[in-house]
């Protein structure tokens, strides 16, 4: 298949590698000069732009920075591709932009998914990720082939919106319990409590969950996590902030009570302008040290 790959940067050159060593045909474009030069040095044909890396594609990929761009790109594209050919936004947007997108794919007779993703650079590098995908589903069943060689798992959510809608879901509930692991910890070393002996009893009681069982914020307990590296990401403080934000601007937009969700913003806006945001989110017991109780 002819594959067009639009924004080629830590995620998207990952992901676009893995389509070509699957023996797909793909020209991609960035608008960074370096990033080009990286994509061609993979062995990935450029394109002279947005519009030409479209053309003649069966399916165009994009992975952008937010909703703006996304909207943006799509519409310098569409029009170059055939009635039919597939546009798949992988990036994380808000939900509005996602349906916008989608009703301009839907304009120009092409088929349309997004489908963020989860399971970081380090997925996009090993074909991992899990896709939570929107759009119908004759549009999925022709994406499908693809999320199996960029990633592991992909999961047909509803119509159009609906896979950035449930990739806002989960990570605004996993901003919120990654603060609530960090204060259990954060407390329980005040009160003189070992932090291994903690996490042998959360991890096996009700208050188990990914952020203490998986990912445990504090260095040498619990598996292997951005903790034992000095917080490098992993994901992002500055990138869980990102999805906080979209999760409070589609509550807004939808009239959904989620205070935890909005105090979690604000707490990863905090540490993000402390200068922490390009430190792992399960930094945030670092901050909280920095915090004074009120
Ligand atoms: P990135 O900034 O490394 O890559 C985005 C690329 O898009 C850049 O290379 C940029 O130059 C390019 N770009 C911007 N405007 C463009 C345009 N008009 N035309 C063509 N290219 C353009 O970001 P990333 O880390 O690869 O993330 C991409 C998306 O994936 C984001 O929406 C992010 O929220 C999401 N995401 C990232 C991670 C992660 O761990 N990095 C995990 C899950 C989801």
Redesign the pocket.
């Known amino acids: 298949m002819n594959i067009g790959f ?7 050159l990952p992901m676009a590698k893995n389509l070509a060593a699957a023996g797909h045909r793909v020209t991609g ?4 000069p370096a ?1 080009r030069e990286a994509a061609t040095e993979a062995g990935i044909a450029i394109a002279a732009g ?1 519009s030409e890396a479209a053309t003649d594609a069966d399916v165009v990929i994009t ?4 909703g703006a ?1 996304a909207k ?2 799509a519409s310098e594209v569409l029009p170059a591709m055939s009635k039919g050919a597939l546009l798949i936004d ?4 808000d939900v509005n932009s996602a349906r916008e997108i989608d009703a301009l794919a839907s304009e120009q007779g092409v088929l349309c998914l997004d489908a ?6 380090g997925g996009a590098e090993a074909g991992t990720l899990t896709f939570m995908v929107g759009g119908s589903g004759g549009a999925f069943a022709k994406g499908a082939p693809f999320f199996d060689i960029m990633g592991k798992k992909a999961v047909h959510c509803g119509e159009g919106g609906a896979g950035q809608a449930a990739k806002i879901c989960n990570n605004m509930l996993l901003g919120i319990s990654m603060i609530g692991a960090c204060e259990a910890f954060a407390l329980a070393k005040k009160l003189g409590l070992s932090q291994e002996r903690l996490f042998d009893v959360i991890s096996t009681s009700s208050g188990s969950c990914w952020s203490v069982n998986t990912y445990c914020p504090v260095p040498g307990v619990g598996p292997k996590s951005p903790a034992d590296n000095d917080y490098r ?1 992993g ?2 403080a500055a ?1 869980m902030l ?2 906080l934000g979209l999760s409070q601007q589609a509550a807004d937009a939808a009239d959904a009570p989620t205070p935890l969700g909005r105090h979690a913003a604000d707490l990863y806006s905090a540490m993000n302008d402390a200068g922490m945001g390009g430190d792992d989110f399960s930094a945030m017991i670092r901050f909280l040290g920095t915090m004074e109780r009120k």
């Open positions: 639009i924004g080629l940067g830590n995620m998207g474009f960035d608008v960074v990033a947005n992975m952008l920075p937010n761009i943006a790109v992988c990036s994380t947007v963020p993703v989860s399971g970081g650079v990401p994901f992002a990138l990102k999805d």
